[in-house]
């Protein structure tokens, strides 16, 4: 029985008795009763016999409009009127006749939409059923409201259910699995080439993953990523009612007037260690980029409100680069795998365990560090550290962030591709070298800093404008980091360049404190620290505005791009056993 169609007003109609001549209104029946044959003799006041009706609610008499003359001597011939079948009502009470004047008998007809109680009470019943039907079933029931559901039910339990469109794999897992994260199955369903069983078994293992039976059930599993609670930024402070806003900095870049509001009512560490105008160095980093100011503009200012967001509990750092970005993004998409963390979670610098496993604190990073000739750019200090700067203007760093969006800052005396093919081995990829080519046409179709991934540089190191895969200038990108303040001291020392430590700054905090916050800083990036949002946060930049987004329906945004890379990791990522053996090695325990 149909139940989709839309409910309409239906407008019951009036009957009328016959040998009555009916006048209909849209709101009430006028029926006029005239004299019958062999009732003109009949005395005044004299009742027309008539049968007993049933109790109804009594009419109201209202007397016609015009006079009716009295009946002839001679009967004159009735006009019957036609006979409308309609459903059951109670009999009309007939007219008395007074005088030879003719009473008319009102009786109240349902307005237009109204149905009848029995309809009603069916209604309340089956609001899924339309009116017709109900009001059919009704009639053929006789009025009786029980008789009428009973067949309803009958024939709502003989109807076959309306066939359901089939469910992707995706939908049949959520249906089973309803509190596990959506990211999660779409993972599950990689590895096992959306074979349900497997990924069923996956998620329903002991330790929270599954055999997709490559190991023949010999090895046993190692224990699970610990589940960390994702981190949703709250969202940024209100101005207050009286904000004391920057002069409106007017930073004109080309032809465009760019403004940039800074609530220097709220504090933050970047403006707290400036010495200058906060204008001056905003207009002289935007006077350069022509259209792309406005963008260059909007990132400054989120990230001035991001650092006055959570300027109580949290110290900020600024890491500028670009020929590192498809290496960072290639460690974020493992480390999202093995560490659960959101879509959206930004290129992670270091993702190894095993080179912190020798050296597990920063004291003892600075106390071989007299011995590093390279300083800073030995191998050895690379692997557990990276070069910030403590604001975003930092006069004193050697890279200032405000002045190295765009073009990004690398360092060229390494092999990135040497770094990207290790990381895979790593990992215990068959053939890492043919990985690392996907991975770099990955990279090239969207426009990606790659050349340096073909071959190496040949600058010695500092400030290198590479060229992206796509012909474009490359890149520039920059993180902002947040350190809790209780692990701040712990990870990150003062420096002046080459990462020579600052002489007389022991605690990195009390020096920010005190509003020295132009210089920069090293800090030591051990993943267990940086994928845990209780301890840091990793906000993402981009001087491409695509690389900003992660929207999966615009070409060419960092959603799409990430979809890209976790397809070209199928070999690590799609297969259990495979995942199992390159988060082992990760951790170090291998």
Request: with cysteine; net charge positive; charged share 15%.
């Given at each position: 029985?149909?139940?989709?169609?839309?409910?309409?007003?239906?407008?019951?109609?009036?009957?009328?008795?016959?040998?009555?001549?009916?006048?209909?209104?849209?709101?009430?029946?006028?029926?006029?009763?005239?004299?019958?044959?062999?009732?003109?003799?009949?005395?005044?006041?004299?009742?027309?016999?008539?049968?007993?009706?049933?109790?109804?609610?009594?009419?109201?008499?209202?007397?016609?409009?015009?006079?009716?003359?009295?009946?002839?001597?001679?009967?004159?011939?009735?006009?019957?009127?036609?006979?409308?079948?309609?459903?059951?009502?109670?009999?009309?009470?007939?007219?008395?006749?007074?005088?030879?004047?003719?009473?008319?008998?009102?009786?109240?007809s349902p307005k237009a939409g109204e149905l009848s109680e029995q309809l009603l009470e069916l209604k309340s019943m089956f609001p899924q059923i339309t009116t017709s039907e109900l009001r059919k079933t009704l009639t053929e029931a006789k009025n009786d409201v029980a008789a009428a559901a009973t067949t309803l039910l009958a024939a709502a339990e003989s109807s076959p259910p309306t066939p359901s469109p089939p469910a992707t794999p995706l939908a049949k897992l959520a249906n089973v699995f309803p509190s596990t994260p959506r990211p999660q199955l779409e993972r599950v369903l990689l590895r096992t080439a959306n074979d349900l069983d497997k990924a069923v078994a996956l998620l329903l293992a002991p330790d929270g993953g599954g055999s997709d039976g490559g190991d023949g059930g010999k090895d046993k599993e190692p224990p699970a990523p610990e589940k960390r609670r994702l981190y949703h930024?709250?969202?940024?402070?209100?101005?207050?009612?009286?904000p004391r806003w920057s002069s409106a900095i007017h930073a004109h870049g080309g032809a465009a007037a760019v403004v940039v509001k800074i609530n220097r009512a709220l504090p933050s560490q970047s403006l707290s260690g400036l010495k200058d105008d906060p204008v001056l160095r905003i207009q002289s980093a935007l006077a350069p980029l022509g259209d792309k100011a406005q963008f260059v503009a909007y990132c400054f200012q989120t990230m001035i409100e991001r650092e006055q967001e959570l300027y109580d509990n949290w110290y900020v750092f600024y890491h500028s680069y670009s020929f590192a970005l498809l290496l960072y993004e290639v460690q974020a998409e493992l480390a999202r795998t093995m560490y659960e963390l959101p879509e959206d979670?930004?290129?992670?610098?270091?993702?190894?365990h095993s080179p912190f496993h020798g050296k597990p604190t920063l004291e003892m990073l600075m106390d071989e560090f007299k011995s590093m000739h390279g300083q800073d750019h030995d191998p050895r200090f690379r692997a557990l550290a990276i070069s910030v700067s403590c604001s975003l203007f930092a006069p004193g760093s050697e890279a200032p962030p405000i002045s190295c969006f765009c073009s990004g800052y690398s360092c060229s005396d390494l092999s990135f591709r040497g770094l990207l093919t290790g990381l895979l081995k790593t990992c215990k990829v068959e053939d890492p070298e043919t990985l690392t080519d996907r991975i770099i046409e990955v990279g090239n179709k969207f426009h990606l800093p790659t050349a340096p991934f073909v071959s190496r540089p040949a600058a010695p190191y500092g400030l290198f404008a590479g060229v992206g895969g796509g012909g474009e200038l490359a890149p520039g990108s920059m993180l902002q980091i947040f350190v809790h303040k209780d692990f701040v001291d712990s990870i990150a020392y003062a420096s002046q360049p080459m990462g020579v430590p600052v002489k007389g700054v022991k605690v990195l905090s009390k020096h920010l404190d005190e509003g020295h916050s132009e210089g920069q800083a090293r800090l030591f990036m051990h993943p267990a620290v940086f994928v845990d949002p209780s301890k840091a946060r990793l906000y993402h930049y981009s001087a491409n505005p695509?690389?900003?987004?992660?929207?999966?329906?615009?070409?060419?945004?960092?959603?799409?791009?990430?979809?890209?890379?976790?397809?070209?990791?199928?070999?690590?990522?799609?297969?259990?056993?495979?995942?199992?053996?390159?988060?082992?090695?990760?951790?170090?325990?291998?």
């Open positions: 029985m149909s139940t989709t169609r839309n409910l309409k007003p239906m407008l019951q109609g009036n009957s009328s008795a016959r040998n009555c001549v009916a006048e209909k209104t849209p709101f009430v029946s006028t029926v006029v009763i005239p004299p019958a044959p062999g009732l003109a003799q009949v005395p005044a006041l004299a009742p027309v016999p008539a049968p007993k009706p049933e109790p109804a609610p009594a009419p109201v008499l209202v007397p016609v409009s015009a006079p009716v003359a009295a009946a002839p001597a001679v009967p004159a011939p009735v006009v019957a009127a036609p006979v409308v079948p309609a459903p059951e009502v109670a009999p009309a009470h007939h007219a008395r006749v007074h005088n030879a004047a003719a009473v008319a008998v009102v009786v109240p930024p709250p969202p940024l402070r209100p101005a207050a009612k009286a979670f930004a290129p992670l610098p270091r993702l190894l695509l690389l900003c987004s992660m929207d999966t329906t615009l070409d060419g945004t960092r959603g799409k791009f990430v979809q890209d890379l976790r397809r070209a990791l199928a070999p690590i990522l799609g297969n259990y056993h495979n995942l199992k053996q390159a988060f082992k090695a990760i951790e170090g325990h291998d």
